[in-house]
């Protein structure tokens, strides 16, 4: 009977020793937390073709070019055009549609891949899945885009009161904002000081925003540059040219009301047009080396992208959608507002749509 009892016992303790004996063993396999797992390459063991992934690299780096270059100037072009000027309603309604496709892009693309990045399996538990660093990076940086603006408005405000309040036109003719002392007690002194004001704060803006679209359009093309899956490529030409398009709209839109010189217009044409083809072609020489799911990789882009994503989401809520909304003009006609809102919400959607595909 004793027997008996020492050998259930043993038995018992056998079996409860057992799992620790799997855990401990897992453990220096490498499997726990400590000691991320090995991560492969971001291609798709299916549907890796290098030849293939360079010709769509290639029909990328031109298609987005030109697309790029036709949504950015469109605005600027169409100024000849009476509908089109930024005081008309069919110019509101595109600009707003152009800010809700900037409003999807932060929200719907880049604070995504942020997550996705920060959170991958290839980094260590602690601290990036303890820690969502993705939000507290976006709040950061639209704080920071908020102190930019704040910042800029009060720079350039004093400089053009110190230099006589002369602001220079798309044309480089003066524009006649001169406060003078003894007009400001008259309505047109403070009609003068508010066309001054939000002539600056168009500039601001058109600045701001391009520094923010420039980051993470980068960021994309490196990615795409870099892989080798035709599978994640194709679908992402489409989607990116759809993108490029409407913010770029919205971006020529804002250019168009700062009323800049044409060798301003051009820089920040070219930057736009050229950020992400630039981004793919970067990609594709560093394709030897740049492993998209290295950490270091994925902590940087993932940083970049929190960053981007605060600054969108930041100028298209308050300098773009809120700046138009609480404006005079659709204040004044509730039929427009209303048809501004559906605008929004088309842009915002159709962006919101391509995010099934890239």
């Given at each position: 009977?004793?027997?008996?009892?020492?050998?259930?016992?043993?038995?018992?303790?056998?079996?409860?020793?057992?799992?620790?004996?799997?855990?401990?063993?897992a453990g220096e396999s490498g499997g726990t937390a400590a000691s991320?797992?090995?991560?492969?390459?971001?291609?798709?063991?299916?549907?890796?073709?290098?030849?293939?992934?360079?010709?769509?690299?290639?029909?990328?780096?031109?298609?987005?070019?030109?697309?790029?270059?036709?949504?950015?100037?469109?605005?600027?072009?169409?100024?000849?055009?009476?509908?089109?000027?930024?005081?008309?309603?069919?110019?509101?309604?595109?600009?707003?549609?152009?800010?809700?496709?900037?409003?999807?892009?932060?929200?719907?693309?880049?604070?995504?891949?942020?997550?996705?990045?920060?959170?991958?399996?290839?980094?260590?538990?602690?601290?990036?899945?303890?820690?969502?660093?993705?939000?507290?990076?976006?709040?950061?940086?639209?704080?920071?885009?908020?102190?930019?603006?704040?910042?800029?408005?009060?720079?350039?405000?004093?400089?053009?009161?110190?230099?006589?309040?002369?602001?220079?036109?798309?044309?480089?003719?003066n524009v006649n904002t001169k406060l003078e002392s003894q007009d400001?007690?008259?309505?047109?002194?403070?009609?003068?000081?508010?066309?001054?004001?939000?002539?600056?704060?168009?500039?601001?803006?058109?600045?701001?925003?391009?520094?923010?679209?420039?980051?993470?359009?980068?960021?994309?093309?490196?990615?795409?540059?870099?892989?080798?899956?035709?599978?994640?490529?194709?679908?992402?030409?489409?989607?990116?040219?759809?993108?490029?398009?409407?913010?770029?709209?919205?971006?020529?839109?804002?250019?168009?009301?700062?009323?800049?010189?044409?060798?301003?217009?051009?820089?920040?044409?070219?930057?736009?047009?050229?950020?992400?083809?630039?981004?793919?072609?970067?990609?594709?020489?560093?394709?030897?080396?740049?492993?998209?799911?290295?950490?270091?990789?994925?902590?940087v882009v993932g940083l970049l992208n929190a960053c981007s994503a605060?600054?969108?989401?930041?100028?298209?809520?308050?300098?773009?959608?809120?700046?138009?909304?609480?404006?005079?003009?659709?204040?004044?006609?509730?039929?427009?507002?209303?048809?501004?809102?559906?605008?929004?919400?088309?842009?915002?959607?159709?962006?919101?749509?391509?995010?099934?595909?890239?």
């Open positions: 009977m004793t027997k008996t009892k020492l050998l259930a016992i043993s038995f018992l303790l056998i079996l409860s020793l057992t799992p620790h004996a799997s855990a401990t063993a991320p797992p090995q991560c492969a390459s971001g291609t798709t063991g299916g549907c890796r073709h290098s030849s293939k992934a360079l010709k769509l690299k290639f029909i990328a780096i031109a298609s987005i070019l030109i697309t790029s270059m036709i949504g950015v100037c469109l605005p600027l072009f169409c100024r000849a055009v009476p509908s089109l000027q930024p005081d008309k309603d069919l110019f509101v309604l595109v600009k707003a549609f152009a800010s809700g496709v900037i409003l999807a892009t932060g929200y719907m693309h880049v604070l995504p891949d942020s997550f996705d990045d920060l959170r991958s399996e290839c980094l260590p538990e602690n601290p990036w899945r303890k820690f969502p660093f993705t939000t507290f990076v976006a709040m950061l940086s639209a704080i920071l885009t908020l102190m930019v603006d704040s910042y800029a408005m009060s720079y350039y405000g004093k400089r053009n009161l110190n230099s006589g309040g002369v602001i220079k036109s798309s044309d480089d003719e400001i007690g008259h309505s047109h002194g403070f009609k003068v000081d508010d066309e001054a004001s939000q002539l600056l704060r168009y500039r601001v803006v058109a600045q701001v925003l391009e520094l923010g679209i420039v980051v993470h359009s980068v960021v994309i093309g490196l990615s795409m540059g870099a892989s080798d899956n035709p599978c994640t490529i194709r679908p992402l030409v489409a989607a990116l040219c759809f993108h490029q398009l409407f913010e770029g709209m919205g971006l020529g839109g804002c250019i168009l009301q700062a009323e800049y010189g044409m060798k301003m217009k051009a820089i920040m044409v070219f930057f736009f047009s050229a950020t992400t083809p630039f981004g793919i072609a970067l990609g594709i020489g560093l394709s030897n080396v740049y492993s998209e799911n290295s950490p270091t990789a994925l902590i605060g600054l969108l989401n930041y100028m298209a809520l308050v300098d773009l959608l809120a700046s138009d909304f609480m404006g005079s003009k659709l204040q004044k006609s509730m039929k427009l507002q209303t048809w501004a809102y559906i605008a929004v919400l088309l842009g915002a959607g159709g962006m919101s749509l391509m995010a099934k595909w890239a």
